[in-house]
């Protein structure tokens, strides 16, 4: 089975510049989330989506960063303009939304931002 | 939401038993308790689940008491690649996930 896939995995660009990531959760699996995870910190949810709804977006800096999530499978997440303090690993991660809290999340390998 | 705490780090041996232990206080009934292991420079990966008692599987045992307001993370005679962040996730379908700072495991030589 393929795991969540994620590009690109390293992006370095210039405050006030836009950048986008991309997801592609495993197949079949209905939830997707954004997570931004800053050095020394665990993961931050940013968004949720469930197909391609979405459950909580109450973390998502809505000013600057936007996603969406194509046909309820693959999803990309929006910076624009980028600040500095967005430097930081943003994961994807799906699960099969089982319906329970036993859910179990499988995470892509991150993109790694560095803004400068 | 049912927040967690764990030990900021933990140093432990090779060939040594590893308890890193979760307070959950505020878990609901239907809550799980889920374990997830991070590598530097990659995604968080679930390593246990369990809703009471004792789970165990090929890579950790997870031991939760009747009162379920803690849970112990064990890893049997861990080596230098369980170096790692551990981190305990309580009550994932109705809420906000939320994995804290997890517990940073280093095991020397």
């Known amino acids: 089975e393929a795991g969540v896939a994620q590009s690109p995995r390293y992006k370095i660009i210039e405050k006030r510049q836009s950048v986008a990531f991309w997801c592609n959760p495993i197949?079949?699996?209905?939830?997707l989330y954004w997570y931004q995870q800053i050095l020394g910190q665990g993961p931050k949810l940013l968004i949720q989506f469930q197909n391609n709804g979405v459950v909580d977006d109450s973390q998502l800096p809505k000013d600057r960063f936007s996603a969406e999530r194509l046909k309820g499978v693959d999803s990309t997440l929006k910076i624009q303009p980028a600040k500095l303090e967005d430097s930081a690993v943003y994961l994807c991660?799906?699960?099969?939304?089982?319906?329970?809290?036993?859910?179990?999340?499988?995470f892509g390998p991150g993109t790694r931002l560095l803004v400068l | 939401l049912a927040k967690t705490t764990q030990p900021i780090s933990m140093d432990s041996y090779e060939g040594q038993e590893v308890n890193i232990t979760c307070s959950h206080n505020?878990?609901?009934?239907?809550?799980?308790i889920t374990w997830y292991q991070q590598f530097p420079s990659q995604g968080p990966r679930f390593i246990i689940q369990?809703?009471?008692t004792k789970v165990t599987n090929e890579v950790a045992s997870l031991f939760i008491p009747a009162d379920r307001k803690s849970s112990t993370l064990s890893l049997p005679r861990v080596s230098l690649s369980d170096t790692a962040v551990y981190y305990c996730?309580?009550?994932?379908?109705?809420?906000?996930?939320?994995f804290g700072r997890g517990t940073s495991l280093i095991v020397h030589p």
């Open positions: 369990g809703y009471k």
């Open positions: 996730l309580v009550g994932l379908d109705y809420d906000i996930p939320t």
């Open positions: 505020n878990i609901a009934t239907n809550d799980y």
């Open positions: 197949s079949g699996h209905a939830t």
């Open positions: 991660a799906s699960s099969p939304n089982l319906g329970t809290s036993a859910e179990t999340q499988y």
